[in-house]
């Protein structure tokens, strides 16, 4: 049980640092400082990446202990795509704080001219004591004003499919390793596979489509509420995108065990 909960934190950091992405973004546009934003937004992908590489080793643990022991893994699996949808939600109700705080994090930037130097600026016990000053708690009055209107419905829906997908990509791959162990290395590799479709659907489908809907609000201040509503809407599709996973996780298995024998066939 440990083990899951060890996993659990990680899953929980990963998504909520990725979906907090969206807070940096949106503070980009308001302030017209959407480059400078964006070149942050990469010190939450290796707060993303560190953690899922770190994960990675511990849900193996998990796979391989289960199929010593021989006990049913897939209620930890669930468990701990429960926790990728927890730390989603965590990411919506920190939204508005977290934009006020990356409204500071690209004005200490652009003062001091790189990462390293906004750190060391940034990080200190008088400037965590600031924070308080920034918490934005989430109301009901600004989330009654979120309109899907103008949000195309295929772009939510696609990022939601896309969140299913990447959320059980390795998961999937892990617990099919137990389906078919015959041919554990191939089902083990085959999470690039999963991941692959919900990267291409990501690069082609969604990311281009809101950078088109971005640069559209920023060119007219009077759509800056639209940008808002359309961050908003992708975070709420990624959060249905988690409980989508809980379904996908055992049939995207199913389809990778079933898939390995045939890799071995052509080599």
């Known amino acids: 049980m440990n083990m899951v909960l060890i996993i659990c934190l990680f899953t929980f950091v990963i998504h ?19 480059a400078v934003a964006l070149s942050l937004t ?11 590489m770190i994960q990675g080793p511990f849900t ?4 391989d202990r289960a199929a010593a022991q021989h006990f049913d893994v897939l209620p930890s699996l669930h468990l701990i795509i429960g926790a990728a949808s927890l730390g989603t939600l965590a990411a919506i109700l920190l939204f508005p704080t977290l934009v006020q705080l990356s409204k500071r994090l690209i004005a200490h930037l652009e003062l001091t001219g790189s990462v390293p130097q906004m750190l060391k600026s940034t990080v200190s016990i008088h400037r965590l004591r600031q924070v308080k000053h920034h918490i934005r708690p989430p109301r009901l009055p600004n989330l009654a004003r979120f309109r899907i209107k ?5 772009l939510l829906f696609l990022n939601c499919i896309v969140t ?25 590799s085959a999470s690039g596979l999963i991941n692959g479709v919900a990267t291409i659907l990501l690069t082609i489908f969604i990311d281009p489509q809101v950078g088109l809907l971005t640069d559209k609000a920023m060119q007219n201040q009077s759509e800056m509420g639209q940008v808002r509503d359309i961050y908003i809407g992708l975070m709420i599709s990624r959060f249905f995108g988690t409980l989508l996973a809980q379904l996908l996780l055992s049939p995207a298995a199913h389809w990778v065990a079933w ?7 052509w080599s």
């Open 60 to 63: 193996g643990g998990l796979i």
């Open 164 to 188: 299913g997908i990447y959320t059980i990509g390795v998961l999937s791959s892990q617990y099919a390793s137990l389906l078919e162990p015959a041919f554990k290395a191939t089902v083990m």
């Open 259 to 265: 898939v390995a024998p045939f890799f071995q066939t």
């Open 42 to 52: 990469g010190m939450i992908v290796l707060v993303s990446r560190t953690s899922n």
């Open 150 to 154: 103008g949000i195309p419905y295929r």
């Open 16 to 34: 909520t640092a990725e979906t907090l992405s969206y807070a940096l973004r949106y503070a980009g546009v308001q302030t017209g400082r959407l």
